[in-house]
């Protein structure tokens, strides 16, 4: 039942994070319309992950290899975009506000499409050595997955809540920090795939780096914690040393009620990152 809740939790942990950060800020970003876009793209991404599990168990046309090299092309080209329409949006106004919306959107469905199938697929394989789902390994190791989804909605939702409660500039730090920590590994992995596929020509630097980023690609997971840990400490020592103006005692009442929810919602995120 462990291990299959540490494999959940792994396979899942950097998917929670980025879909908690960007929620976060598509709340102050974006109007209503922006909104519905990052909705859909979670939607598209659940469909799409679900169709591929399908695929990837029923039948052979699923080459997960080369599927995972165009989610990584299309992840990185859709953070650049969201990058320089993020950067342009005072210029281009309108347009520019609805395509780093979009690009937001595509983000959040490769992200799932990447990361959730690997779990759907958990019931399929530990089928293949069970005779039936009433056996009490299945039912273990089923367990084992849901506390792993349990731990992995309280991670995001919580991510999701402390972002939303430090404002629209930490908001926006930490899904930038985060998602280029995800594109260091994709990049990672793709040069993986290529090299396999033999689609770029193998040399000793390229081997090492792919083969370090295999190994070690956990650490990408606890790169992308500490950064959320470091500001959310920051923001619970800026809460005790807050000093806003205020012109009557309501104002400061808000004022203090404001820091007081920033400093629990940063406690809680910090005990869900540490389980």
Partial sequence: MLTYMIKTTEQLILMAILL??????RRYAYDDRGKKYCQFGVIVGVVSAGLMTYFKIYTS??????????IYAI?????????VFTILKKR???AGEIAAAVSMATLAAMLILYYLPPVLEIPHTVLLTEKTI????????????????????????????????????IALAYFLAVALVNSAKYAALAFSVMLAKRIIKSNHTMFVFSKYAS????????????FFLVIQIGLILKSYRANEPYNNPAEKRKITAKWRKRRKWAVITIICSVI
């Fill in 134 to 169: 009433l056996t009490t390994n299945f039912l273990l190791k089923m367990s084992g997955v849901l506390f792993g989804v349990t731990l992995i909605l309280a991670e995001g939702v919580s991510v999701y809540k402390g972002s939303a409660a430090a404002g629209k500039s």
């Fill in 92 to 94: 281009t106004k309108k």
């Fill in 75 to 83: 992840s990185i080209a859709a953070l650049i975009s969201f990058i």
């Fill in 20 to 25: 908690g950060s960007t929620f976060a800020y």
């Fill in 61 to 70: 046309k699923v080459d997960t290899g080369l599927w995972n090299l165009r």
């Fill in 215 to 226: 190994n070690y690609s956990d650490w990408f997971i606890y790169i992308a914690l500490l």
